[in-house]
């Protein structure tokens, strides 16, 4: 079985800052890697999504790179803001079309 | 913008009832998922479904949950009778077609309390 696992649990950045949301998974047999954001008690919000071809992808102020090899993918935010703050999950799939998911990311941006 | 439906939103029982919940996916989508997701944990799966079969239920109690699509569009996930231990956010996500190709899409879950 896939396991994910995402380092650190949490995390507290003062605004402005960068900062690196870290993935690791056992299997590198992945089709893709998805990046989700979780707002307390609400549903996932999809950010980005690389495909096992792909090295990385950006969005905005977001960037996430994949090394399949290793095993690991980063989520990197840009001059945080304090709407950043939220619970980023990411999600890998593989044979079977499941996905496996990691515990998360607490985010708090002090503003 | 297309988004998941998911209804009722919360959901508060006593242990041995029965409890329903409804997915209405992204138009068009024909790979549907039902999640659950524990606090503090990644979603877990329990059922996938391709238009209206179940691709994968590995995961699924079926002593207690039951989960149909009957016409591969919206979808129902039940659980009777349900337990302490089955409080949980329930979530439902779609995707075009199958995850190895495409995003995931989730709905804003119902929240289960089992007292």
């Known amino acids: ?111 | 913008e297309a988004e998941v439906a998911q209804s009722p939103r919360y959901k508060i029982t006593e242990k041995s009832q029965a409890v329903a919940f409804w997915c209405d996916p992204i138009s068009g989508h024909a790979t549907l998922y039902w999640y659950r997701q524990i606090l503090g944990q990644g979603p877990e799966l329990l059922v996938q479904f391709q238009d209206e079969s179940v691709v994968d239920d590995s995961q699924l109690p079926k002593d207690r949950f039951s989960a149909e699509r009957l016409k591969g569009v919206d979808s129902t996930l039940k659980i009777q009778p349900a337990e302490l231990g089955d409080s949980a956010m329930y979530l439902c996500a779609s995707s075009f077609r199958q995850v190895r190709y495409n995003e995931q899409f989730f709905g804003p879950g119902t929240r289960l309390t089992v007292l």
Not at chain 1, 53 to 65: F, V
């Open chain 1, 1 to 111: 079985k896939q396991e994910v696992t995402q380092i650190p649990a949490a995390l507290s950045v003062p605004e402005g800052e960068n900062l690196v949301l870290n993935c690791s998974f056992t299997d590198s047999a992945i089709y893709n890697l998805q990046w989700f954001r979780q707002d307390p008690g609400k549903g996932l919000t999809s950010l980005l999504l690389i495909q096992s071809s792909q090295r990385e992808q950006t969005s905005g102020r977001l960037n996430a790179s994949l090394d399949k090899s290793s095993g690991r993918s980063t989520l990197y935010i840009a001059a945080s803001q304090p709407g950043d703050s939220a619970t980023y999950l990411c999600a890998v799939s593989r044979t079977g079309n499941q996905f496996y998911f990691g515990t998360g990311t607490s985010l708090t941006v002090i503003p």
